[in-house]
């Protein structure tokens, strides 16, 4: 121990830490973050899982569902949300008048292009003369 500053004229490293920070070439988390470690295994899984699925995927669906039915059926429950929430929003309440009045103009636009494009038949109403029920004998129609 130095008797001027009262410390050890070499620092002692314990756990990676001198006098409680980290000494040279000691990481203070060797293991890297739990959320990064936890991401990257997803992606390595999701990768070997969507290549596994390209190779075999439909073959196995095919035979799970004739043997197992009721194992298939659960997969397909599974991959449903339990719970879905839905929230009720009225997006004309967050427009301005602005807006409301340039979609009106839009509609009323659209409604008179569309009927200006619109085709009208002319004619006369008339009464059909009825054609003889099959097989009844009728007249026949000329050969052409």
């Not at 439909?58 to 569902?65: L, M, N, Q, S, Y």
Request: aromatic letters at 6%; charged letters at 30%.
């Amino acid at each position: 121990m130095d008797e001027k500053t009262g410390h050890n004229a070499t620092p002692k490293v314990i756990n990676g830490r001198i006098n409680g920070r980290f000494a040279k070439g000691f990481s203070g988390n060797p293991g890297g973050s739990p959320e990064a470690t936890r991401r990257a295994f997803n992606k390595r899984f999701l990768t070997d899982l969507a290549r596994d699925w390209e190779q075999h995927g439909p073959e196995v669906f095919k035979r799970v569902r004739r043997e197992s039915p009721a194992a298939y059926l659960k997969v397909c429950a599974m991959l449903v949300p339990k719970e879905m929430k839905v929230e009720h929003s009225s997006g004309l309440k967050d427009l301005t008048d602005e807006q409301l009045d340039a979609m009106i103009e839009y509609l009323r636009a659209l409604l008179e292009d569309q009927a200006q494009s619109a085709k009208v038949i002319e004619g006369e109403a008339g009464v059909v003369p009825s054609l003889p029920a099959p097989g009844s004998g009728g007249t026949k129609m000329p050969k052409a």
